[in-house]
């Protein structure tokens, strides 16, 4: 227990370099459970480059330490997480979080370094410092949170640390988020509301260079789950509202006079001529029947929606998809079809405003018990028209279609008993046709990918080999580029596995028009013991690179480069 006990407090100690997070835990049986534990692993590795006839691309030697220690305390699980290397790190941002989210029956409570996730366009998963709580009672949904989103960051105008450059000012976030629902998780309505806002005195004035300024935003979403006729009919939906101030230091003040959801929204929030208000939506149907599924989705997010409780959106898109399925011959044949289509421009304020249409189709067919045959298309359409200004050149427009098709051929003999083989025979054509007549001429490009490969096992023996053969031709323009690469791979396992060794070479030999044009060679050996809870492993590779030809009035050197690997890892 006192080595244990030394292993938690190092990674309290360490836990500064990685985040932490635990589990929601149950509560209900805290009585039964073990008052204080702890589990996990260590492992330290250490790594050897060597290079010869080029420079160094990685360092000589070095060396990290890594662990998860878990914490028990009646039952909450805490895990912990460190890395420590010889390196030297800094953040702007320190990174240690820790945070756990105990509950009891229907209660949930949050504390410390969480992420929750209310809805997709409102509160999204953004990491926070404080505390909440979710309450489920019988049909009841209901979540309330409060934090801070960001910790504040002072710009480095001064540059006083070289090593690591700009320092990019933050301000100080805090916000909050409540959800109100009612139903089951196969029926249920959530309303959400998130708000978010930057303390402008949390850091000293910034420059215009960090382009950085404090915002405030109010998103309201609505999301919702229904499964009907046993679940066979299934709807979802997920809409959101945001209305974001961007600079709330901006004076100039906009008319709200006219339009009745910035004057309602100004109660809450500073609004000006930065505000914006945004929508996004998220839905989809699907039908189940015995011999096969439709589904179909549609997708809609304005330009510029953003809400300060999620981190990354894809806005100015509007998409929708319609996926068909079904089974055929008892179910040897399934087939499975998708379409789709979608553009941005939404607002009609870029200079061109661009379209796609997919096509996809995959046909598995089991023949037999031994033999299975998978056959895929698709087709990606890429195109653009004109949208707002004279900026628009037929020129330069995106008129792209990139075909793809191929299949996949397994067969697995039976042989004699203790022995299992398999072969498999893939081919991939892929098409680019730039229908740009202006462009054509260096874009188009086929490419055609093969491989056969061959698998051997003998279980009993714990012996595994993979043979393999795979062929490469690329056409673009003025130049095809032709790759043949042979691949064995053998693994043993010894001494009631305890030992383990894989060795492997893989070999790529080029040609470019036509012409040899080298090889490269990668030998790799990786063996590992494990005794008790000790685990040891070595790796070592060896790559060879040989150039027979030269292109383009450039100079392209042999090398060689080896490299090996130790790790030792122990678990507690």
């Not at 930057?198 to 382009?211: F, G, M, R």
């Not at 979403?221 to 901006?250: M, P, Q, Y």
């Not at 029947?289 to 100015?316: C, M, N, V």
């Not at 990139?402 to 893939?426: H, K």
Request: with cysteine.
């Amino acid at each position: 227990m006192k080595a244990a006990y030394r292993i938690a407090v190092m990674a309290l100690s360490l836990s500064c370099t990685v985040p932490v997070h635990s589990l929601a835990q149950d509560l209900a049986g805290i009585g039964q459970q073990t008052p204080f534990s702890v589990k996990g692993s260590v492992t330290f590795s250490s790594a050897f480059y060597q290079a010869n006839g080029i420079g160094n691309r990685r360092q000589p030697f070095n060396w990290y330490l890594t662990g998860a220690p878990v914490v028990s305390v009646y039952g909450i699980t805490m895990p912990f997480s460190l890395v420590v290397s010889e390196q030297e790190r800094r953040f702007s941002q320190p990174f240690n979080q820790y945070g756990v989210s105990p509950y009891y029956k229907w209660i949930t409570v949050h504390a410390g370094y969480r992420n929750v996730r209310f809805s997709e366009f409102t509160l999204a998963g953004a990491n926070f410092l404080g505390g909440g709580v979710e309450l489920n009672p019988g049909k009841l949904r209901v979540g309330f949170i409060y934090g801070r989103f960001n910790r504040a960051v002072q710009e480095d105008t001064l540059h006083a640390d070289p090593r690591f450059g700009y320092i990019r000012p933050t301000y100080q976030r805090l916000g909050y988020a409540a959800k109100l629902g009612y139903g089951t998780r196969n029926r249920f309505v959530d309303l959400v509301m998130m708000r978010a806002w930057d303390k402008e005195n949390s850091i000293a004035p910034v420059s215009l260079e960090s382009q950085v300024s404090p915002e405030e935003n109010m998103a309201l979403g609505i999301k919702s789950h229904v499964g009907l006729l046993r679940n066979r009919l299934n709807f979802d939906l997920d809409a959101g509202v945001s209305f974001l101030t961007r600079d709330t230091r901006e004076k100039n003040l906009i008319d709200s006079a006219n339009n009745p959801a910035l004057r309602y929204i100004s109660r809450y929030i500073n609004v000006n001529s930065t505000s914006g208000f945004f929508t996004a939506l998220s839905t989809s149907l699907g039908y189940t029947l015995g011999f096969g599924s439709l589904r179909g989705s549609y997708r809609r997010i304005d330009p510029g929606y953003r809400s300060l409780g999620a981190y990354y959106f894809q806005h100015d898109v509007e998409q929708f998809t319609v996926d068909p399925s079904f089974n055929l011959w008892r179910g040897k044949v399934s087939v499975n079809l998708s379409y789709g289509g979608g553009r941005d421009n939404l607002n009609s304020k870029r200079y061109a405003t661009t379209l796609r249409q997919v096509l996809s189709a995959n046909v598995n067919f089991a023949a037999t018990s031994q033999l299975n045959i998978s056959l895929d298309y698709s087709n990606f359409g890429v195109s653009q028209n004109r949208g707002v200004g004279d900026l628009f050149n037929d020129t330069t427009a995106i008129r792209v279609i990139n075909g793809n098709f191929g299949g996949v051929v397994s067969y697995r003999p039976t042989v004699g008993e203790g022995i299992d083989q398999q072969l498999t025979l893939s081919a991939y054509m892929q098409n680019t046709n730039d229908l740009n007549r202006f462009t054509e001429q260096y874009s188009n490009a086929n490419t055609f990918i093969s491989s056969l490969g061959y698998q051997f096992g003998m279980p009993e023996k714990k012996l595994n080999a993979n043979l393999s053969l795979t062929y490469n031709q690329t056409d673009v323009a003025l130049r095809k580029i032709m790759n043949l690469s042979p691949n064995l791979a053998v693994s043993k396992r010894f001494l009631d596995d305890k030992l383990r060794a894989t060795l492997s070479e893989n070999l790529q030999f080029r040609r470019t028009n036509g012409q040899g044009d080298g090889f490269t060679s990668t030998t790799s050996l990786t063996v590992g013991y494990t005794w008790l809870r000790h685990t040891f492993t070595l790796n070592g590779g060896y790559l060879t690179n040989r150039y027979q030809a030269q292109y383009d009035g450039l100079g392209f050197t042999d090398f060689s480069e080896m490299r090996t690997n130790f790790s030792y890892s122990v678990s507690f």
